[in-house]
């Protein structure tokens, strides 16, 4: 009788800490991706914006978005791709609805992938190809092609870990270029405060880091919830599907 009164004993902190992150996690089913979601509605809302000016044809042209006229098709391949990808992907931080749904992430999943590639993939492609828009510089210039780049990294690595079937690695990558990809919605915010206290538009320079800092919050934060789930694996444990 003593044996189990033993194990039992052993495993209560086990099944105590198992327990806290089921119920921290439900608490947490809608709040992230909700978070998540909102943070690319700003950026949803101005493509939709966007294509609907090219729908509009010769009318809606402007010295501002002719770049866009002359040459459409990767700025209407970016702009759904980003959409899809931002808003998919922020039910996979639900790791509820990810139990009561079987298979979901796996789904989710070859959708996400091909839409995060098709829009880092653009967003190099209008980088490269479209003149800078009065506000634009090297250094923005530089960022673009470094982050656009760690995206698609993130991406074919997230792929070839997903091959091996080392799931860890895929998700990590995955949430990598997530965060990079979301980098559009952070940046609404860190040039809000130039906006109010400011009240003009940001020159090349503070646009450039105002923008740069939007997407190193996203990897840092991205960073600290990878080495988080690290530090604490029942927590991943609990959540995977």
């Known amino acids: 009788m003593g044996a189990p009164a033993v194990t039992i004993e052993h495993r209560a902190p086990y099944y105590a800490f198992s327990l806290e992150v089921i ?13 998540l979601i909102a943070l690319s509605l700003v950026p949803a809302i101005a493509g939709t914006v966007r294509m609907a000016q090219l729908a509009g044809g010769a009318t809606s042209i402007t010295p501002e978005n002719a770049r866009f006229f002359a040459a459409p098709v990767p700025v209407l391949l970016h702009i759904p791709a980003v959409i899809v990808f931002s808003m998919l992907g922020a039910f996979q931080f639900s790791p509820g609805f990810r139990r009561r749904r079987h298979g979901w992430h796996r789904a989710a999943g070859r959708i996400l992938i091909p ?3 098709v829009a880092a993939l653009s967003g190099l492609w209008m980088t490269y190809s479209y ?14 092609l470094v982050f656009g780049s760690a995206m698609v ?3 074919a690595l997230s792929v070839v870990a997903i091959s091996r079937r080392d799931f860890v690695s895929h998700g990590q990558w995955m949430l990598r270029a997530y965060a990079i990809g979301l980098g559009a919605g952070t940046q ?26 939007g997407w190193v919050i996203n990897v840092v934060v991205a960073e600290w919830i990878i080495r988080r789930r690290m530090a604490h694996p029942v927590a991943v444990l609990a ?3």
């Open 188 to 213: 609404v915010l860190t040039h809000l405060p130039w906006f109010l206290l400011v009240g003009a538009k940001p020159g090349e320079r503070p646009r450039a880091l105002l923008m740069g800092a």
């Open 153 to 155: 990294l993130s991406i």
């Open 23 to 35: 119920m921290k996690s439900t608490k947490s089913d809608w709040l992230i991706p909700g978070a």
């Open 239 to 241: 959540t995977v599907v």
């Open 115 to 117: 839409c995060g590639m």
């Open 131 to 144: 003149p800078w828009p009065p506000g634009d510089g090297q250094l923005l210039y530089v960022e673009r």
